[in-house]
Nanobody, 123 residues
Framework: VQLQASGGGLVQTGDSLRLSCAASGRTLSSRAVAWFRQVPGKEREFVAAIIRGGYKTYYTDSVQGRFTMSRDNAKNTVYLQMNSLKFEDTAVYYC?????????????????WGQGTLVTVSS
C-alpha cells in the first residue's frame, strides 16, 4: 500500500490544521494507521493511532485533547485534526500503516510509510 500524507503548512500558535493520509494500491480499511512526527536531530515519535474499524484511537499525552484522529474507509483516507497548535508541535508528520492490532507505538510496528508533511507552528 502506498501512503500520501498532506495538509501541512505554516500556522500560528492556537490555529488548527487537518492532515490527511490517503492510500493507494491496497485498501486502508484492513490496516491500523498511525501518525508519527519528527524534528531534526530527534527520533521519530508516536503521535496518534486508529484501529481498523475506526472506533478506538490512541494519543500521546502531549496531544491528548487537542488532536483527533479519524478515518473514512470509503475514501481510503485517514485524518489528523490538530487544534490549539503549539510551537512544539512543529515537525514533519508521517502516516504509517500495518495490519497488526492493537496499533503499536514504535516505528518498527509499521510496515508502510508515507513521505511526510511539514507542520510549522510559529510562536
Amino acid at each position: 500500500v502506498q501512503l500520501q500524507a498532506s495538509g501541512g503548512g505554516l500556522v500560528q500558535t492556537g490555529d488548527s490544521l487537518r492532515l490527511s493520509c490517503a492510500a493507494s494500491g491496497r485498501t486502508l480499511s484492513s490496516r491500523a494507521v498511525a501518525w508519527f512526527r519528527q524534528v531534526p536531530g530527534k527520533e521519530r515519535e508516536f503521535v496518534a493511532a486508529i484501529i481498523r474499524g475506526g472506533y478506538k484511537t490512541y494519543y500521546t499525552d502531549s496531544v491528548q485533547g487537542r488532536f483527533t484522529m479519524s478515518r473514512d474507509n470509503a475514501k481510503n483516507t485517514v485524518y489528523l485534526q490538530m487544534n490549539s497548535l503549539k510551537f512544539e508541535d512543529t515537525a514533519v508528520y508521517y502516516c504509517a500503516a500495518d495490519r497488526s492490532e492493537p496499533p503499536g507505538l514504535g516505528t518498527y510496528d509499521y510496515s508502510y510509510w508515507g513521505q511526510g508533511t511539514l507542520v510549522t507552528v510559529s510562536s
